[in-house]
């Protein structure tokens, strides 16, 4: 209700009141997003997160992630590069797929500066099928990456603080992957750029 009426009333504001309004609708945005990580958290922690596995193409699903960040890929000028042809279907959750291909996709334009270049790549590998999402962003130093994953981690840095997120994402989409059989980690560069990488078993 908050957003909706947020929203509503953004759109129809004028002068500096658009603008509070705006920021009004973004913090109430976050708000969700945490509620909803926390609710997906539970799901996990109680079993009752169902998932339904079959096999899913991946292009569509990243087409989708890309379409709900677009007004944030265009406010960043970023360039995404795709390389997704010919690739066989993962066996994954539709749903649960989407859910963590959003988290490493916003998460790869969120520390990614203005003009940055991110590329979504699959390819198949003895059975697996692993998606490569690459950024040139901030990066992540070594000693931290394997603690990226962990509830509530966030690597320490003033540049990353400014960003809206509590450091459940990744844990999220990590016990969310291994949930429907899969596997993600990553190597990354400080100033160089990252990459989150996801294995699923291919349909067959
Ligand atoms: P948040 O919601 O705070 O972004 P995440 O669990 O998604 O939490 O990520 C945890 C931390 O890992 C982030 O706060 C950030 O420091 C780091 N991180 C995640 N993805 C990237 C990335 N693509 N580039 C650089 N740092 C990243």
């Known amino acids: 209700v908050v957003l909706a ?3 509503l009333l953004e759109e129809e504001a004028i002068g500096p009141m658009r603008e509070h309004l705006g920021q009004v609708v973004q913090a ?3 708000l969700k997003s945490i509620i909803d990580e926390m609710v997906s958290l539970r799901h996990i922690d109680t079993g009752e997160a169902q998932v339904h596995i079959a096999p899913v193409e991946t292009a569509p699903v990243v087409g989708e992630v890309l379409d ?8 960043k000028n970023q360039k995404i590069e795709l390389d997704l042809e010919d690739l066989p279907p993962v066996l994954a959750d539709r749903q649960v797929y989407h859910l963590i291909l959003s988290n490493l ?3 790869a334009i969120k ?3 203005d003009e940055g270049r991110i590329r979504i790549a699959g390819q198949v590998d003895g059975g697996q099928i692993v998606i490569a999402i690459s950024d040139t962003g901030v990066g992540i130093p070594e000693d931290e990456l394997g603690r990226i994953f962990e509830r509530f981690y966030q690597v320490e840095d003033s ?3 400014q960003h809206g997120g ?3 994402g990744l844990a999220i989409a990590r016990e969310m992957a291994e949930l429907i059989g899969g596997r993600i980690w990553a ?3 400080v100033d160089c750029g990252s990459t989150f990488y996801l294995s699923l078993p291919q349909a067959s």
């Open 159 to 161: 540049l990353r603080r």
């Open 166 to 168: 509590i450091g459940l």
């Open 111 to 113: 520390f990614t500066p």
């Open 68 to 75: 709900d960040l677009r007004l944030l890929i265009a406010r």
């Open 28 to 30: 109430a945005m976050q």
């Open 105 to 107: 996709i916003s998460n």
């Open 5 to 7: 009426y947020a929203t």
């Open 187 to 189: 190597v990354s560069k």
